[in-house]
């Protein structure tokens, strides 16, 4: 009774869209996995020059840190902006800062209560709300063109700038004091890790490409939209590499790090990435499609940042509202098909 079954389903396999289907599925399983991968390269080594160079000291460290772990973003956005897959990319950095804020920060809240510290990191509520009027005012312009780009790095520069000013610092990732022969080896080190950086680098401008192609041929194949697909699954896979920073953060009793990586990278993906990409578009982005996605963005940076102005903390109880917000994200973005035009 079993065998028609098995035939039925070899059948299905051995057809042509079936097997089509397959293909670029396994390419995609593949290539996220290679991304965040070559993504945790990047950073782990990012972290280990700024350690050398005493970056970590300073306030270039917090910035530093906060490109690298939006660089997967920005290499899949890229990648799909240039061969003409607006939705994938704009749903990927809307999706990575859902992702971030609810996801991402919730799993170590859950683990152990993040509180906001006076002095390092005490200006970083500051810098999510910012965050949250950014896709507000996105959502007043219904075709961003290249001046919305240059507006949007321009605001990534008065991000450092207010960094500068007011010394968010990375000083958790300082350098520690070492031996002579620590001190010799250094120059080796840092020529070490700024290697495997570059290596890491180019995996993942290498990967990007195909997790882009292998999206656009599934979502074409099943009939989900690019931007859903992009808000979701590789916004997901993105987003790992803020996910293993935020975890050994935790690990090593780091706690302001994880959570100002997550703050830091937010913002970087709202300002730095969503400018750069409309600044090399082709063609004009119609935001209003994304509205569903923007509204999501506003809605949860003001409710994290709401959880650290009231109470300077964020315990499990508001980490599970965050994991509830990310499930409510996931279903009324795949229920909601946009379309791109």
């Known amino acids: 009774m079993a065998a028609p079954g098995w035939i039925d389903l070899l059948v299905w396999m051995n057809e042509p869209t ?3 289907f397959l293909y670029n599925l396994l390419i995609f399983t593949v290539s996220i996995i290679v991304l965040a991968k070559a993504s945790h390269i990047v950073i782990k080594n990012a972290v280990k020059i700024a350690k050398i160079t005493r970056l970590g000291e300073l306030v270039i460290g917090f910035i530093l840190l906060s490109v690298a772990t939006t660089f997967p973003e920005l290499a ?24 971030n804020l609810c996801l991402i920060m919730a799993i170590p809240a859950i683990m152990s209560p993040i509180s906001i510290e006076r002095g390092t990191f005490e200006k970083l509520p500051t810098v999510l709300f910012l965050s949250s009027m950014i896709p507000l005012l996105l959502l007043t312009v219904q075709h ?20 500068v000013k007011k010394k968010i610092s990375l000083k958790v990732i300082s350098r520690e004091p070492v031996d002579v022969l620590k001190r010799i080896m250094l120059p080796f080190e840092f020529y ?3 290697a495997f950086m570059i290596f890491g680098i180019a995996i993942v401008l290498l990967s990007s490409n195909f997790v882009v192609e292998s999206a656009s041929n599934i979502s074409s194949s099943i009939g989900i939209a690019g931007s859903v697909l992009g808000a979701t699954i590789i ?21 302001n790090l994880g959570i100002g990586n997550i703050i830091g990278s937010c ?71 946009i379309t791109i035009i």
């Open 18 to 20: 079936t097997s089509t």
């Open 267 to 337: 913002l970087t993906n709202m300002t730095l990435v969503l400018g750069i990409i409309l600044l090399f578009s082709p063609a004009t982005v119609n935001i209003s499609i994304f509205s569903t996605l923007l509204i999501f963005v506003i809605a949860t940076t003001m409710i994290s940042w709401y959880f650290f102005t009231t109470g300077r903390t964020l315990d499990r109880r508001e980490g599970i509202i965050l994991i509830f917000i990310y499930i409510v994200f996931i279903i009324s973005t795949f229920g909601v098909q």
């Open 192 to 194: 070490k890790s700024l």
């Open 235 to 255: 916004a997901l896979g993105t987003s790992l590499p803020e996910l293993s920073v935020s975890l050994t953060a935790i690990h090593t009793r780091h706690r």
């Open 144 to 163: 961003a063109e290249k001046y919305v780009g240059f507006a949007l790095v321009s605001a990534f520069a008065f991000f450092a700038l207010y960094s």
């Open 76 to 99: 899949v956005s890229f990648s799909a902006i240039v061969s003409g897959n607006v939705g994938i990319s704009m749903g990927n950095i809307l999706g990575s800062c859902v992702t």
